[in-house]
């Protein structure tokens, strides 16, 4: 089984810009995670998204906003970027049975100038 | 409350010697424990994980050692490598959600 694929690997954006972020979870994983990593913040949850529904959400701003389409594959969003975001941005997926195991990608590095 | 506490944040451990990482949790409303393992450049890789009904994992050389009354948790890596070198992260949610809160992460160092 393919694991969870990101594209892309690496961003390079200006500040204000906006950003989006692609994952497709492993075939038959119905829920998809997003987190962001920092060396000051560590893993941060961003959000969870199950059947194209949010279903929880992080402490972030609106700037950060996701969507799942029917096909389980999700995106992230994040408009007028901050020097800030700069991140590694994990996306995971998981059979979405309560506590199921959540496998990651490699990430997409994103970096903010 | 919804904070998981990692310590040590670094660790160097000599070939074949025992790796000791903690974690701490407020929240009991937690009861799933994994435990994740990083490489440079890549995605946290889950490695171990425990719930709360269990005081002990044994998977190879990692095993989770679990206390429900402290709240507290471990990861002991026997017979450490140098190919364990690695960022390990525990994490914790409550079973009814995907969401994994963190701790701040253990770089283990192994030498020869």
């Known amino acids: 089984k393919a694991g969870v694929t990101q594209t892309p690997r690496y961003l390079i954006k200006t500040r204000g810009q906006q950003v989006t972020l692609s994952c497709s979870p492993i075939?038959?994983?119905?829920?998809v995670s997003w987190y962001q990593q920092t060396p000051g913040q560590g893993l941060q949850f961003l959000f969870e998204?199950?059947?194209?529904?949010?279903?929880n959400k992080g402490n972030f701003p609106g700037r950060f906003s996701g969507r799942q389409f029917s096909n389980s594959r999700s995106e992230m969003n994040v408009s007028t970027l901050e020097l800030g975001d700069s991140a590694l941005y994990l996306c995971?997926?998981?059979?979405?049975?309560?506590?199921?195991?959540?496998?990651f990608g490699p990430g997409t590095r994103l970096t903010v100038l | 409350q919804q904070q998981v506490k990692q310590s040590p944040q670094s660790l160097i451990v000599q070939k074949g010697g025992i790796s000791i990482i903690n974690c701490a949790y407020e929240n009991t409303a937690f009861d799933y424990f994994p435990w994740y393992q990083q490489f440079p450049g890549k995605g946290p890789a889950l490695l171990i994980a425990i719930r709360p009904d269990v005081s002990e994992k044994k998977e190879g050389r990692f095993t989770i050692s679990f206390n429900k009354s402290a709240k507290q948790f471990s990861l002991h890596i026997m017979d450490s490598q140098p190919g364990d070198s690695a960022t390990y992260f525990c994490a914790a949610s409550p079973s009814i959600s995907d969401k994994l809160i963190f701790g701040t992460g253990t770089r283990l160092q192994v030498f020869p």
């Open positions: 995971a997926s998981s059979l979405a049975m309560t506590g199921s195991e959540q496998f």
């Open positions: 998204y199950f059947s194209e529904t949010q279903r």
């Open positions: 075939s038959g994983h119905r829920s």
